[in-house]
């Protein structure tokens, strides 16, 4: 069974960058695609950005796109989510996740489609 460990997150300004890793605990990772998503306080969990198993293809939501970028590097086992120009509203729990099936197109935004969740890491942006 996969396990995914996010790590990244903090506390950084308005218009800042952080760069969010996702490591995953087993090689079948390297077969699934991948979906970050957030959650903030008193909302629902949203989507963010995904990517395929084989990095080829990659889906964001509006309001990701233009300032976060999804990679990944399947020797590592690990996803990556580079966010810059980040605004207070960013602020949310992140979380990766892997598709319940395998060689996903990483199109997916249904939170439901996705299996293995890590355990979210904390970003904070501050006005």
């Known amino acids: 069974q996969v396990q995914l460990v996010e790590s990244g997150g903090g506390l950084v300004q308005a218009g800042g960058s952080l760069l969010l890793s996702c490591a995953a605990s087993d090689r079948t990772f390297s077969s699934h695609a991948m979906g970050w998503f957030r959650q903030a306080p008193g909302k629902e969990r949203e989507f963010v950005a995904a990517i395929s198993w084989s990095g080829d293809s990659t889906h964001y939501a509006d309001s990701a796109k233009g300032r976060f970028t999804v990679a990944r590097d399947n020797v590592k086992n690990t996803v990556y989510l580079q966010m810059n120009n980040l605004k207070p509203e960013d602020t949310a729990v992140y979380y990766c996740?892997?598709?319940?099936?395998?060689?996903?197109?990483?199109?997916?935004?249904?939170?439901?489609?996705?299996?293995?969740w890590g355990q979210g890491t904390q970003v904070t942006v501050s006005s």
């Open positions: 996740a892997a598709e319940d099936t395998s060689y996903g197109l990483g199109n997916r935004e249904n939170e439901y489609e996705y299996y293995y």
